[in-house]
């Protein structure tokens, strides 16, 4: 897989974010993602 932003190689990585829903803050966990290995774009 090929960042779109450097071109650089992207791995498989999981993640967790934080998001607002009903004025509530939830965070997900465990989710899948590819991470570029020169940049850091998720
Ligand atoms: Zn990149």
Known sequence: ???FTCKGNKQKSIT???T???GCYI???NVPCSKCSQ???E
């Open 1 to 3: 897989m090929t960042c």
């Open 16 to 18: 967790s974010f934080m």
């Open 20 to 22: 607002e829903y009903d």
């Open 27 to 29: 965070i997900i966990k």
């Open 39 to 41: 940049c850091g774009e």
